[in-house]
């Protein structure tokens, strides 16, 4: 009964792979996001889709590719990963993007990427 | 644009102790957020304040929507090894898109 869940938790892999991170909520929210975690710990948005639109692309490599195949599921595709990729990622859900309480995000357990 | 300022960095106390840290902006926020991110895990929704003034309690965590709406403080009393974490406060970003602007994080330790 997981409400926001990712896979995999860890993830290994060679420089210049791609790989793929999967979330899917089950909250019924209208709006899912991508943050990546840095090793300072700060929290930056990646990406966001509102029913199964993008609606905030925040200055990412285009190495990086979210895809939404329903309301429910927004999935990560890295292309030819670099060192600097490793980080933490975070999928996350809101109900909807304004109104109050809307805003509020509920975030998955994280994504540990690590580019050897 | 909009930032969030959140102090102190990092805390080190006495288990029973009670805990308080904050978040300041130049900016105006309509909703704070508090999360708590324990090693391994992602960020957990501990408050949410959606009005100016409003004082909420959860357990033994309390927070406070500043009257200004440039400011919110969370506090923890008494506290237990297992607050042990990242204390984050949050605000959606003017924009309707429902990014949020993150502090920088409180890293909490307690010492039992």
């Known amino acids: 009964d997981t409400a926001v869940s990712q896979t995999p938790k860890y993830l290994v892999t060679q420089m210049g792979n791609d790989k793929s991170i999967k979330c899917e909520q089950n909250?019924?929210?209208?709006?899912m996001y991508w943050y990546k975690q840095d090793s300072k710990k700060f929290l930056k948005i990646m990406f966001s889709y509102n029913n199964k639109e993008l609606i905030i692309n925040e200055t990412v490599p285009n190495r990086f590719s979210p895809k939404s195949p329903d309301k429910a599921h927004l999935n990560l595709h890295i292309n030819s990963l670099e060192l600097g990729d490793s980080a933490v990622y975070f999928c996350?859900?809101?109900?909807?993007?304004?109104?109050?309480?809307?805003?509020?995000?509920?975030f998955g357990p994280g994504t540990r990427l690590l580019v050897l | 644009g909009q930032q969030l300022n959140q102090s102190p960095q990092s805390m080190f106390i006495q288990e029973g102790e009670d805990v308080s840290m904050n978040c300041t902006s130049s900016?105006?926020?309509?909703?704070w957020l508090w999360y708590k991110q324990e090693p391994g895990e992602g960020p957990v929704l501990l408050i949410a304040?959606?009005?100016?003034?409003e004082l909420t309690s959860n357990g033994r965590l309390t927070a406070q929507f500043g009257i200004t709406r440039k400011d919110s403080f969370l506090n923890i009393s008494a506290s237990i090894p297992s607050d042990v974490g990242i204390y984050f406060c949050?605000?959606?970003?003017?924009?309707?898109?429902?990014?949020?602007?993150f502090g920088q994080g409180t890293t909490l330790q307690v010492k039992p």
């Open positions: 996350a859900s809101s109900q909807g993007t304004s109104g109050v309480g809307e805003e509020t995000q509920y």
């Open positions: 909250l019924g929210h209208d709006t």
């Open positions: 900016s105006i926020f309509n909703t």
């Open positions: 949050a605000g959606p970003r003017s924009s309707n898109t429902g990014k949020l602007i």
């Open positions: 304040l959606y009005k100016a003034g």
